[in-house]
C-alpha cells in the first residue's frame, strides 16, 4: 500500500475538520432563527410567545424582527417599528432561563442615569433610564415572571414603557 502524498493528505484532513465542524450547527441548528410571524415562532420554537396587551398605535403590528437564539440562553427577541419613520423603537426580549444571570444577556442602555428597583405588578424588577448611542433616551424594564426573564426597551417615553410591561405581566 501506498502512503497519499502530503499534499493531499493535507487536503483530506481540511476537509475532514471542515465537515466535523458542522456536525453541532446540524445536530443544534442555527445560532438565530428568524420568523415570518409570532405563530410560526410559536410553533417551531414550542413555546408562547407573550406579545403586550397594551401597544400604542404609533408602534407598527406585526413586529418588524422577530428571532430566537438557543445560546448563551433561549432568549426571543422582537423589535417594533414606529409607524411614522419604519425605524425600531420598541424592543421585547424574553429569555426562558432560570439562570439569574440570563438577563445580564440583553444590554442595558449607555450612559445609566438611573438604575433602581421597580414593581412590574408586583414581580421585583429594575427600572433602567439611559441614552443610546446616539445620546438618544432609552427607557428599559427588566423583570422575572412566568419562568422567564422580560427586557422591555423603548425610545418612548416612561410611563408608555411601563403600561407596555404592566400589560405583559400576569
Avoid: C
Avoid at 493535507?10 to 476537509?15: E, H, K, M, N, S
Avoid at 419613520?85 to 424574553?94: C, I, N, R, Y
Avoid at 433602581?116 to 441614552?131: C, D, E, N, P
Amino acid at each position: 500500500m501506498t502512503a497519499l502524498p502530503p499534499l493531499v493528505l493535507l487536503a483530506v484532513t481540511a476537509a475532514g475538520l471542515r465537515l466535523l465542524n458542522t456536525v453541532p450547527t446540524r445536530i443544534q441548528g442555527p445560532t438565530v432563527e428568524h420568523f415570518n410571524s409570532i405563530e410560526e415562532a410559536e410553533r417551531k420554537l414550542g413555546v408562547d410567545i407573550i406579545v403586550p396587551a397594551y401597544f400604542p398605535d404609533y408602534f407598527s403590528w406585526p413586529p418588524k424582527a422577530i428571532m430566537a437564539e438557543r445560546q448563551p440562553y433561549f432568549t426571543i427577541h422582537l423589535s417594533f417599528a414606529q409607524r411614522a419613520t419604519g425605524s425600531e423603537a420598541l424592543w421585547v426580549h424574553q429569555i426562558l432561563s432560570n439562570d439569574s444571570r440570563a438577563a445580564e444577556s440583553i444590554p442595558s442602555p449607555l450612559d445609566v442615569l438611573q438604575d433602581k428597583s421597580f414593581l412590574v405588578k408586583g414581580h421585583q424588577g429594575r427600572l433602567i433610564v439611559g441614552a443610546d448611542v446616539n445620546g438618544e433616551p432609552l427607557y428599559q424594564l427588566r423583570w422575572w415572571s412566568d419562568r422567564r426573564y422580560f427586557v422591555v426597551t423603548t425610545t418612548h417615553s416612561l410611563e408608555e414603557l411601563i403600561r407596555i410591561a404592566e400589560s405583559m405581566a400576569p
